[in-house]
């Protein structure tokens, strides 16, 4: 949340929930830090519906926001603000983790987008998310939208990532046997009091321990509503295609951990610019192709999910050497040399396709 004039973050979350609850109930939450507002969906059948129930509430919080003299910026972090200016949300629970945590929770002033895409079961989930972890490299690189940290142009299309890295049980994930296997890991912390529950497990992705999910969780924030749409049809395109494969006794080879971070952090430092490794083949091919080949895999799913229009926009945006919110934040800040400038642009393409009507900016 930034204030409508000057674009500079806004620490008023206590307030705001005050007021907004009644109207959001559950679908707003606080984060760690004051500036930032969690939308939260609920559960949609398909990727159309997604898009209108998020264009709908997207609009509706610009609006109510619009009338406390702030605006939205959706990006995986600001370009100007300083961590340290920024004051914790008084909650026990954010509290306690700053206490665990120290300045890694005082920092994480950062925002990301989480999708969760649901399975049939606990086995299945297991085997899922074990084969999707070769994508998360891709996923980072098309969502990447953090050049900025702290008023400096970082040199990386996602300084988000590297934020997030310093906290434990993120990153990605290794492989597991079995959900036994799974179970026994997470078993093991709660057991030995290291964390309380599941959901301190916070890897790039990662099964949900309550709602039954696999959840992708290695997004920035996009910019657009076109983005998140987009990249919600294409979690749920991979999970179905792996399904589908599973059942005819099918799998895509699982990729240890250690080479997956050499791609990750390749995605992190040039995004969609990366040249990436492609295990199979064993050789190095630049990320848009290689991204490419991950949509022509998911293709046979498409008609039946719905989904091929937003698979068709990510393609389009491959090939433009603007496509991710990194690129066009750095354009920008090349062209003009201000990160007002940029702050300003975030907040316009934060509404690009809610209704006019939803904010005046």
Same mark, same amino acid.
């Given at each position: 949340? &930034? @204030?409508?004039?000057?674009?500079?973050? +806004?620490?008023?979350?206590?307030?705001?929930?005050?007021?907004?609850?009644?109207?959001?109930?559950?679908?707003?939450?606080?984060?760690?830090?004051?500036?930032?507002?969690?939308?939260?969906?609920? &559960?949609?059948?398909?990727?159309?519906?997604?898009?209108?129930?998020?264009?709908?509430?997207?609009?509706?919080?610009?609006?109510?926001?619009?009338?406390?003299?702030?605006?939205?910026?959706?990006?995986?972090?600001?370009?100007?603000?300083?961590?340290? *200016?920024?004051?914790?949300?008084?909650?026990?629970?954010?509290? %306690?983790?700053?206490? %665990?945590?120290?300045? &890694?929770?005082? +920092?994480?002033?950062?925002?990301?987008?989480?999708?969760?895409?649901?399975?049939?079961?606990?086995?299945?989930?297991?085997?899922?998310?074990?084969?999707?972890?070769?994508?998360?490299?891709?996923?980072?690189?098309? +969502?990447s939208n953090s050049p900025f940290w702290a008023g400096r142009l970082t040199g990386l299309k996602s300084y988000r990532a590297?934020?997030?890295?310093?906290?434990?049980?993120?990153?990605?994930?290794?492989?597991?046997?079995?959900?036994?296997?799974?179970?026994?890991?997470?078993?093991?912390?709660?057991?030995? $009091?290291?964390? @309380?529950?599941?959901?301190?497990?916070?890897?790039?992705?990662?099964?949900?321990?309550?709602?039954?999910?696999?959840?992708?969780?290695?997004?920035?924030?996009?910019?657009?509503?076109?983005?998140?749409?987009?990249?919600?049809?294409?979690?749920?395109?991979?999970?179905?295609?792996?399904?589908?494969?599973?059942?005819? $006794?099918? %799998?895509?080879?699982?990729?240890?951990?250690?080479?997956?971070?050499?791609?990750?952090?390749?995605?992190?430092?040039?995004?969609?610019?990366?040249?990436?490794?492609?295990?199979?083949?064993?050789?190095?091919?630049?990320?848009?192709?290689?991204?490419?080949?991950?949509?022509?895999?998911?293709?046979?799913?498409? *008609?039946?999910?719905?989904?091929?229009?937003?698979?068709?926009?990510?393609?389009?945006?491959?090939?433009?050497?603007?496509?991710?919110?990194? *690129?066009?934040?750095?354009?920008?800040?090349?062209?003009?040399?201000?990160?007002?400038?940029?702050?300003?642009?975030?907040?316009?393409?934060?509404?690009?396709?809610?209704?006019? @009507?939803?904010?005046?900016?």
């Amino acid at each position: 949340m &930034v @204030d409508r004039t000057t674009g500079q973050l +806004s620490s008023c979350i206590t307030a705001i929930m005050e007021k907004g609850t009644p109207i959001f109930g559950e679908q707003i939450k606080p984060e760690m830090l004051q500036p930032t507002i969690e939308l939260i969906s609920k &559960v949609y059948p398909d990727i159309a519906v997604a898009r209108s129930e998020t264009q709908r509430l997207r609009g509706q919080l610009a609006r109510f926001l619009a009338e406390e003299g702030l605006a939205l910026i959706s990006a995986g972090t600001h370009p100007e603000a300083m961590w340290m *200016d920024q004051p914790t949300t008084p909650n026990p629970r954010y509290m %306690e983790l700053q206490e %665990e945590f120290q300045d &890694v929770a005082r +920092s994480v002033l950062i925002y990301g987008l989480h999708v969760h895409v649901a399975v049939e079961n606990n086995e299945i989930a297991i085997k899922l998310m074990n084969q999707a972890r070769t994508w998360i490299p891709h996923l980072l690189a098309f +969502s990447s939208n953090s050049p900025f940290w702290a008023g400096r142009l970082t040199g990386l299309k996602s300084y988000r990532a590297v934020v997030w890295k310093r906290f434990p049980r993120s990153g990605l994930p290794d492989a597991f046997i079995s959900w036994k296997d799974f179970d026994q890991y997470v078993q093991t912390l709660i057991n030995t $009091g290291c964390i @309380d529950n599941g959901k301190k497990i916070w890897w790039d992705i990662r099964l949900h321990p309550f709602f039954g999910t696999v959840e992708f969780r290695i997004f920035d924030m996009p910019a657009t509503l076109n983005d998140v749409i987009a990249l919600a049809a294409l979690c749920q395109s991979l999970v179905a295609k792996l399904t589908w494969l599973h059942k005819r $006794g099918k %799998e895509i080879p699982v990729v240890p951990r250690h080479l997956l971070e050499e791609n990750k952090w390749r995605a992190m430092r040039w995004g969609l610019d990366a040249e990436v490794i492609d295990f199979a083949q064993q050789r190095r091919l630049s990320m848009r192709n290689s991204f490419h080949e991950l949509l022509d895999m998911v293709d046979d799913v498409l *008609d039946d999910l719905g989904t091929r229009d937003d698979i068709y926009y990510i393609r389009k945006l491959l090939d433009d050497p603007r496509g991710t919110g990194a *690129d066009r934040q750095i354009a920008l800040y090349q062209q003009t040399g201000s990160l007002y400038a940029v702050t300003r642009y975030l907040m316009q393409q934060t509404l690009q396709g809610i209704p006019l @009507d939803a904010a005046e900016q």
